[in-house]
T-cell receptor, first 113, second 115 residues
Framework: NAGVMQNPRHLVRRRGQEARLRCSPM?????VYWYRQLPEEGLKFMVY????????ESGMPKERFSAEFPKEGPSILRIQQVVRGDSAAYFC???????????FGSGTRLTVV | AQSVAQPEDQVNVAEGNPLTVKCTYS??????LFWYVQYPNRGLQFLLK??????LVKGSYGFEAEFNKSQTSFHLKKPSALVSDSALYFC?????????????FGTGTQLKVEL
């Protein structure tokens, strides 16, 4: 039973480019969460999604960031026109509907040059 | 809003000695508390959780945590530390506001176990 799969593990983008981060939840998990970890800081919640629905995006920056979890395929976190301050580790977690068994992926480390 | 605080940025302990990593919480309602560990360039690994029941919670790798309602604390403990326990430890609380099931994390405590 594979865990939460995130890819790529490392992503380098030049300022102004787009970054697309993918997350495949654990089998049987229908809820996906994205978190960001800035250097030397803890994890901060960004967005919570169910299939085809954004439930809570209270942690998402107002501009350039978007997330989706389509009916088929992985959840995508998209960052448009990246800036140096977007450099961070982005973690995805998934859970079944009851919220227990919260499992994290290994993260995508985004570096903006 | 739900929050947790980890008052120590770093804890140093000798191998074989007991270790404690501190966490205090502030919640409305019943607290659902968690401990996670992060090794360098890795994701978060679940150690243990408190939802209800016994105040002493046993988790992975010999770790345990004591829930103390009067002191609003949830300290992580291990009777005998190993060098391989050296890592970054996060306390977290479940936050159901906004219709979600997000976790609010503390700032983390770097544990260093030395020979």
């Amino acid at each position: 039973n594979a865990g939460v799969m995130q890819n790529p593990r490392h992503l380098v983008r030049r300022r102004g480019q787009e970054a697309r981060l993918r997350c495949s939840p654990m089998k049987g998990h229908s809820h996906v969460y994205w978190y960001r970890q800035l250097p030397e800081e803890g994890l901060k919640f960004m967005v919570y999604l169910q299939k085809e629905n954004i439930i809570d995006e209270s942690g998402m920056p107002k501009e350039r960031f978007s997330a989706e979890f389509p009916k088929e395929g992985p959840s995508i976190l998209r960052i448009q026109q990246v800036v140096r301050g977007d450099s961070a580790a982005y973690f995805c977690a998934s859970s079944p509907p009851d919220g227990y068994g919260y499992t994290f992926g290994s993260g995508t480390r985004l570096t903006v040059v | 809003a739900q929050s947790v605080a980890q008052p120590e940025d770093q804890v140093n302990v000798a191998e074989g000695n007991p270790l404690t990593v501190k966490c205090t919480y502030s919640v409305s309602g019943n607290p659902y508390l968690f401990w996670y560990v992060q090794y360098p360039n890795r994701g978060l690994q679940f150690l243990l959780k408190y939802i209800t029941g016994d105040n002493l919670v046993k988790g992975s790798y010999g770790f345990e945590a004591e829930f103390n309602k009067s002191q609003t604390s949830f300290h992580l403990k291990k009777p005998s530390a190993l060098v391989s326990d050296s890592a970054l430890y996060f306390c977290a609380v479940r936050d159901l506001t906004g219709g979600g099931n997000k976790l609010t994390f503390g700032t983390g405590t770097q544990l260093k176990v030395e020979l």
